[in-house]
């Protein structure tokens, strides 16, 4: 019996200075690396009644891993090794849409501040 290994074309590149990934035929933007990979993408999101382009933000825990949107659930399931990190998200965040926090005085985001906490 032959097995078949199917492959999804992952990469980087850098684009108009940019740092791009490209998994599952869009193109993400690399934004920050530190313990794990956060990107975001402008997509067209539907509203009550038309779709407005949008930036959307998403994760993978890896360079070459499935790239994920960023919801507190996939966080909880992608990090459900690291308890630490876990609760701070529960502790921290009362959303969705307060995972892409960014704090100006250390110049990062929130959620990779708590990442970097978690594991020490």
Do not use: W
């Amino acid at each position: 019996m032959k097995m078949m290994i199917l492959s999804v074309l992952l990469y980087s590149s850098v684009i108009n200075g940019q740092q791009i990934r490209e998994a599952g035929g869009r193109k993400y933007e690399i934004i920050d690396t530190v313990g794990f990979y956060l990107y975001s993408c402008n997509m067209l999101v539907q509203g009550e009644k038309i779709a407005r382009p949008q930036t959307v933000y998403f994760f993978s825990v890896a360079k070459d891993s499935p790239v994920l949107q960023l919801t507190m659930g996939n966080l909880e399931k992608a990090f459900a090794s690291n308890p630490k990190f876990r609760y701070l998200l529960e502790a921290s965040f009362h959303g969705d849409g307060q995972l892409t926090a960014y704090d100006k005085a250390i110049k990062m985001y929130k959620i990779k501040y708590l990442y970097t906490q978690a594991i020490k």
